[in-house]
T-cell receptor, first 114, second 111 residues
Framework: GAGVSQSPSNKVTEKGKDVELRCDPI?????LYWYRQSLGQGLEFLIY????????KSGLPSDRFSAERTGGSVSTLTIQRTQQEDSAVYLC????????????FGPGTRLLVL | KQEVTQIPAALSVPEGENLVLNCSFT??????LQWFRQDPGKGLTSLLL?????REQTSGRLNASLDKSSGRSTLYIAASQPGDSATYLC??????????FGAGTTVTVRA
């Protein structure tokens, strides 16, 4: 079956612009996660959704970052007034349930802020 | 907070040699541990998931062990092939369900 998909695959934007990143999880997966992989920083957790609610937003680096999930499916990560330090690969993952389940990752969105 | 460390950071072996990749974690109340493979410019591919109640998991040439008491997991890859060249990441899940990743071990298998 189809895996996790993300769009766009690459995004180049100018500093100060807003960007939206999209994640389509595996059908039927209730849990959805966003991570960020920065050069030299490794992978860091951003936010977790169970259904449409986000019980944990603790990983969002600033109030310029927000995410929503509608219909228990597609999620959008929005970065407002982008900064150069936001340049990274943004990875989305989904799992059938919550903790204890294998997380399956999408190919990521490579964001470059000039 | 779960801290995950992977040693070595890079490894180069001749084809056919067995690979041993080490992962250590600080929170012994780990829920499960997952090993991933990442190819350059690509996303993460899940290799093995070990639940906290398990000691090891096997899939083909891959075997992963988990020792909660010592805070260690080891990924063994038997009879390495050039196609095994990639970065291998381990990640632990504690009760808060988010994955805490190590920095990865970059493996090069020389033909």
């Amino acid at each position: 079956g189809a895996g996790v998909s993300q769009s766009p695959s690459n995004k180049v934007t100018e500093k100060g612009k807003d960007v939206e990143l999209r994640c389509d999880p595996i059908s039927g997966h209730t849990a959805l996660y966003w991570y960020r992989q920065s050069l030299g920083q490794g992978l860091e957790f951003l936010i977790y959704f169970q259904g449409n609610s986000a019980p944990d937003k603790s990983g969002l680096p600033s109030d310029r970052f927000s995410a929503e999930r509608t219909g228990g499916s597609v999620s959008t990560l929005t970065i407002q007034r982008t900064q150069q330090e936001d340049s990274a690969v943004y990875l989305c993952a989904s799992s059938l349930g919550g903790s204890g389940e294998t997380q399956y990752f999408g190919p990521g969105t490579r964001l470059l802020v000039l | 907070k779960q801290e995950v460390t992977q040693i070595p950071a890079a490894l180069s072996v001749p084809e056919g040699e067995n690979l041993v990749l080490n992962c250590s974690f600080t929170d012994s109340a780990i829920y499960n541990l997952q090993w991933f493979r990442q190819d350059p410019g690509k996303g993460l591919t899940s290799l093995l998931l070990i639940q906290s109640s398990q000691r090891e998991q096997t899939s083909g040439r891959l075997n992963a062990s988990l020792d909660k008491s010592s805070g260690r997991s080891t990924l063994y890859i038997a009879a390495s092939q050039p196609g095994d060249s990639a970065t291998y990441l381990c990640a632990g899940v504690s009760s808060d369900y988010k994955l805490s990743f190590g920095a990865g071990t970059t493996v090069t298998v020389r033909a």
